[in-house]
């Protein structure tokens, strides 16, 4: 299964979870893990998924979600697992 | 399972450091589109490079895209155009017709940059090598993507005088031939010894007759990285300097693995080699000066830079090669100036010389990079530049190269402005004592004694 790493990072503000989590629901994106932290005010998420079930092709549904980050003024970035595995793992 | 520390390190590294892989660059063997008649020659490159490399841009994008790692360039490197057109060109014109099919199957391809306008005579020129080298200035300056490289020496032949001499004259003419470029078309020209065939940076890259049918190269990078890695051991024993560089390149090249991996299975071309190589651009933090800077060391070219550039090189391998299954290329840290911001101030105020950069040079991946020397050199002050470029390779057994521009109108206190990751160079003294007599003589210098390991 490959799995696709998302991250938020940005002001923190109310609902910012819930809307992301909502897009991914709404498009059978499956979350794994969450882990989040503010560190000075501002918002870091990392969010592990399984976009295997998704309908939408993953350019799409990647580039919609970092629209989203536009209108929660977060920078919302969508990469494979895989570049941080290979990097931080022997 | 992976953190959010490890993620937000390496999202760092792209969005703050500059980490990118450098360039994809497809090689492609053209020596089955040898033939007797120009025309189908021709014809049959343009095929064949349209077919192989049809998909190397959108495989690239794609990678980008899932992986969130730019890929700065795709390119494309070919058989040495002096062995595939030796049976139908008979002079340095129809060679000429080959370069601007070249130029117009990268455009085709959408690539920047094709190289392999190449030939290889350490030892002597055939009549089709000659042919070609004379073609060069024309070449370069009747297309945009083409490059060209000419392999002058190696450890094993010695270095062929004959050759280098000739070339003093070419560089001159590819100047003169795009002067109102401030002559780029000498960007576009590396004259090697011991070229390697697998290399992936333009504008030396060709595809060596050694090489498989066509083969995935990645060159990666990653100057701003080992910068930032190092401000937080300033002040540390070498021990610690060593290790924070060798953890870095390890990081560095696996992304480059992960990326040549990914693109070699997408084309379906097998994966040759990862460059382990820090190569520079003109962005601020992007630059190998810098490293040296947060070393210790007040300006690139002060005492101390060719040991800094030394275990830099070092240990940028040492990290890179347990990072990926095969290396090759040039591997190391680049020193062009152009396209360096710190190495530009260095030379601006005086503290890095060409005498200094050729020391470094020893101990670097390449050689004397991108380099604007005043326009009113003499052909043969440049033919004893790469004399002795060459001769360090030689005796070193390592590849050193040497890509001079010498600016038609243009003389030292002034800039050479060449665009986009070429950059822009102030004009540095040669020493104006001349070499004639020496470069002159002709033939060739033999190889050294250590070269006879049988």
Redesign the interface.
């Known amino acids: 299964m490959k799995k696709t790493i998302i991250t938020v990072v940005g002001k923190d503000s109310v609902g910012i979870i819930a809307r992301v989590c909502t897009y991914l629901a709404e498009n059978s994106i499956n979350i794994l893990d969450i882990s989040q932290t503010i560190v000075s005010g501002y918002f870091n998420m990392m969010m592990i998924v399984d976009g295997n079930k998704a309908e939408k092709e993953f350019h799409i549904w990647a580039e919609e979600l970092e629209k989203m980050g536009e209108v929660l003024s977060c920078t919302v970035k969508v990469q494979h697992e895989d570049i941080f595995n290979k990097m931080h793992r022997i | 399972?992976?953190?959010?520390g490890?993620?937000?390190?390496?999202?760092k590294m792209i969005e703050q450091e500059n980490l990118d892989v450098r360039t994809i660059t497809l090689g492609i063997s053209l020596l089955d589109c040898a033939d007797g008649d120009l025309e189908k020659v021709n014809e049959k490159i343009y095929d064949k490079i349209t077919t192989v490399a049809k998909d190397l841009l959108k495989v690239g994008q794609?990678i980008e895209?899932?992986?969130?790692?730019p890929i700065v360039n795709k390119r494309i490197s070919v058989t040495p155009i002096s062995i595939v057109g030796a049976c139908a060109c008979h002079s340095p014109e129809d060679f000429i017709t080959i370069a601007k099919t070249l130029d117009k199957a990268a455009k085709a391809v959408g690539v920047n940059f094709i190289g392999g306008y190449s030939a290889l005579v350490p030892k002597g020129m055939t009549k089709s090598d000659k042919n070609l080298i004379l073609s060069i200035p024309r070449a370069l300056a009747e297309t945009e993507r083409v490059c060209s490289s000419v392999n002058v020496g190696s450890t094993k032949a010695g270095i062929n005088m004959d050759a280098v001499r000739l070339l003093g004259d070419i560089i001159l003419d590819a100047a003169e031939l795009t002067k109102e470029k401030d002559s780029l078309g000498c960007a576009k020209l590396v004259v090697f010894c011991n070229a390697p065939d697998d290399n992936p940076f333009m504008a030396g890259a060709f595809h060596g007759v050694t090489e498989s049918d066509a083969v995935v190269n990645v060159g990666v990078s990653g100057p701003g990285v080992v910068k930032t890695a190092l401000e937080e051991v300033r002040g540390a024993d070498f021990g610690a300097l060593c290790e924070t560089v060798k953890k870095t390149a390890f990081?560095i090249t696996?992304?480059g693995?992960?990326v040549a991996q990914e693109a070699s299975k997408r084309l379906n071309i097998p994966f040759g080699i990862i460059d382990l190589s820090l190569a520079p651009t003109p962005a601020i933090g992007d630059s190998i000066a810098e490293i040296f800077e947060v070393m210790g060391l007040e300006r690139a070219g002060a005492p101390g830079t060719t040991a800094a550039l030394a275990l830099l090189n070092d240990q940028v391998k040492k990290g890179g090669v347990m990072a990926s299954s095969y290396v090759g290329g040039l591997s190391g840290a680049f020193i062009p100036v152009s396209e360096d911001q710190g190495m530009i101030d260095a030379v601006k105020e005086g503290a890095l010389t060409l005498e200094k950069l050729e020391a470094m040079t020893c101990v670097c991946s390449v050689g004397l990079d991108m380099i604007a020397i005043p326009g009113d050199t003499k052909a043969s002050s440049i033919a004893g530049l790469i004399a002795d470029e060459m001769a360090i390779g030689m005796v070193n057994q390592k590849t050193t190269a040497v890509r001079v521009i010498p600016v038609i109108g243009k003389t030292v206190g002034d800039t050479a402005e060449f665009g986009g990751l070429l950059g822009y160079a102030p004009i540095m003294p040669v020493n104006p004592f001349g070499c004639g007599d020496f470069v002159n003589r002709g033939g060739r210098i033999p190889a050294p004694i250590h070269s006879f390991k049988n």
């Open positions: 399972m992976i953190n959010i490890e993620v937000f390190e390496t999202n794609e895209r899932e992986y969130g790692i990081k696996r992304v693995q992960l």
